[in-house]
């Protein structure tokens, strides 16, 4: 910038650097649309799985999005939008994470042509937040009713969320357990049903088979008991819940004790002695045979309770505790000597077994469990993860569902109808955004055609038999990935929650929108790293947005 009298002014610093107009547009699309690109082949039934590596040499096998996107190390701005989009799908419904990222990656495609039209920015953001709030109408009107009595559906529901997954084969027994544990912490209000997904407890352990994972109505420990001599079972247990160590306390004041006598020496063992057994005296009159506790406890307290044959844990987790209390409907105490026999909670047993060389803790049987756990198990450590990830969809799915109450078709069935619709809604908006929402519809259908392709079918020649299926009024038609023929899923078992597209649909529109009203790119650090090539403020030439020789983590994959 050029001052008075022909002198520079300056007003950023000299490593700043600067993309401006269709510069930054462009660039921030390319960086989006490499993204989207990448988790593209992992979606449906035939999708693939990505294999990633960090600096340390930590291996990840997945085609779960989140995940793949969360294990990418990215740096361009614009493409962390994008992780923050399967993020918030993620969090708000546990599904769905890969068909917002790819739908937003094609709304950005879809407007590069607009763009090149001339249409301004706002114009084709308006088009979009028409089409978006159109899309939500749609799938009310369209959406089909469900609740906890329907376990059939709600099995559907799980089924599909784990279809594509390594979870795949053993998706029906799967998915029964994923049911059982939403219907065991699920409540009924007058809003509708709330689920809270924490009081869910996923536990993993490698080896033996998927068919050996479990469901059990209370709370698995990854603990073992503190002392030999303590029972591997009890029945009818009475638990306390404890907070605070069973440990003789340390003065709060450095303070130092002399010891002259030998006779003294005895004297505080003995003292000491007698505090550990005035809190296992305390814990045996409450009624309790089993002590779950968050904090240490004393080997002498531990030699105690075994000669009173209460079985007893240390080091619980705090999230466990909560989960133990709902489990039990017993109350966490923080002052030992000070436990009722109201504080105890109950459970028809507890025991320890090895599972697959470790000793775990098993709280089972609650009568009025509000918690439960499932033990995932598979053959190595990364199917482990895997079924994990595929039990967090399901879960996540079933959820949703019940939460909102209305389900709907997959395999493409949703956004083709989707695309019709906004089609027929666009001839009735004047002016220039009618070119957005056909845009928009235009973006959706890209999810069946890459259904399509993952499966090895013409996506062109897949597309026209679902539109001619939809015109005709066949509102659940999607296509079939074994024949690549168009099929009624919704009564092939092919559903999903409402609130899956709802919220695909939603964050992807939101997120491309920003992204497109960017002209101006700032970078204080001077984020294009000094390479050859690159405009100022942009990404290196050729990286489309991304780092030099693909994205982090991801081993030159692309």
Known sequence: MV??????????????????????????????????????????????????????????????????????????????????????????????????????????????????????????????????????????????????????????????????????????????????????????????????????????????TVEDTELVKGVILNKEKVHGGMPELVEDAKIALIDSPIEVKETETDAEINISDPAQMKSFVEQEEKQLKEMVN??????????????????IAQHYLAKKGIFAVRRVSSGDMDKLAKATNANIVTNVNEIEADDLGTSGSVKQKNVGGDAMT????????????????????????????????????????????????????????????????????????????????????????TLSEN??????????????????GDVWAGIDVTTGKSKQLFQEGVVEPKQTKTQAVTSASEAAEMILRIDDVISASGFSGGDEGGPAGGPPAGGGGMPPGGMGGMGGMM
């Open 3 to 208: 001052g008075l009298g022909g002198q520079p002014v300056f007003i950023m610093s000299e490593d700043a650097e600067r993309t401006t107009g269709k510069d930054a547009q462009e660039n921030n699309i390319a960086a989006c649309k490499t993204v989207a690109k990448a988790v593209r082949t992992t979606l449906g039934p035939k999708g693939m799985d990505k294999m990633m590596v960090d600096s340390v040499g930590d291996l990840v096998v997945t085609n779960d999005g989140v995940t793949i996107l969360e294990e990418m190390d990215l740096d361009h701005p614009a493409a962390k939008m994008m992780v923050e989009v399967a993020q918030t799908q993620e969090e708000e419904v546990g599904d769905g994470t890969t068909t917002a990222v790819v739908l937003a990656g094609e709304l950005l495609k879809q407007s590069e042509d607009l763009l090149d039209q001339e249409i301004h920015p706002t114009v084709i953001t308006k088009g979009y937040r028409l089409a978006r709030e159109k899309s939500v109408e749609v799938l009310d009107d369209i959406a089909e009713e469900v609740d906890l009595k329907d376990t059939d559906t709600l099995q559907k529901v799980a089924m599909t969320a784990m279809t594509g997954k390594s979870a795949e084969t053993s998706r029906e027994y799967l998915a029964k357990i994923a049911v059982n544990a939403i219907e065991g912490v699920a409540e009924e209000t007058s809003e509708g049903f709330q689920v809270d997904r924490d009081m869910i407890k996923l536990e993993k352990n490698q080896g033996g």
């Open 282 to 299: 305390s814990i045996e009159a409450s009624g309790a045979n089993v002590v779950l506790c968050q904090k240490g406890i004393d080997d």
């Open 362 to 449: 098993f709280v089972q049987d609650c009568p009025e469990a509000k918690s439960v756990s499932i033990l995932i198990r598979g053959g190595t450590e990364h199917v482990v993860d895997e079924i994990e990830r595929a039990m967090e969809d399901a879960l996540g799915g079933v959820s949703a569902a019940l939460r909102n109450g209305r389900v709907v078709g997959g395999g493409g069935a949703t956004e083709v109808e989707l695309a019709q619709q906004l089609r027929d809604y666009a001839d009735s908006v004047g002016g220039r955004e009618q070119l957005a929402i056909n845009a928009f519809a235009d973006a959706l259908e890209v999810l069946p055609r």
């Open 455 to 472: 499966a090895g079918f013409d996506p062109i020649d897949t597309l026209v038999e679902l539109r001619n299926k939809h015109d005709e």
